[in-house]
């Protein structure tokens, strides 16, 4: 599959998928009612999506591994905020556990891409 547009990458799928279970999440459950947690874990989230994106649309694959770098720590900060929500019974079990699959599932595929990154020394895609 050729890749054209960050919307082709599958860790900006998988963010994307993260991202809508995070806001699920956020939606009716109590979650919805820590402003502070809720505005961390949605912001982190969407910080993963928007890290990929925005790396693609570098001038070069150093400074898009350098961005996805900063997507992958944001999976991280949306670790520890379902963590939280966990911990003070926010969600339940296996929406904890669905969510944060999810989020080792986009990590992997993040650090899948930036393991082809480093062995390659053409760009990913052309950009302009």
Known sequence: ??????????CWKHARILTGLVY???ETKPLGRDGRLR?????????VMNNIAEGFGSQSNS???RFL???????????SCLY???DRKFVASEE?????EQS???????DGLLRYLRTKRTQLTKRT
């Open 69 to 79: 770098g900063y997507a992958r720590r944001s999976v991280s900060e949306v670790q």
């Open 1 to 10: 599959m050729k890749i054209e547009r960050f919307e082709d990458l599958e």
């Open 104 to 110: 080792e599932v986009t990590r992997k595929v993040i």
């Open 63 to 65: 400074e898009f591994k």
């Open 24 to 26: 699920d999440l956020c």
């Open 39 to 47: 505005d961390q874990v949605t912001g982190a989230a969407i910080s």
């Open 96 to 100: 904890f556990h669905s969510a944060y």
């Open 84 to 86: 939280v929500a966990s």
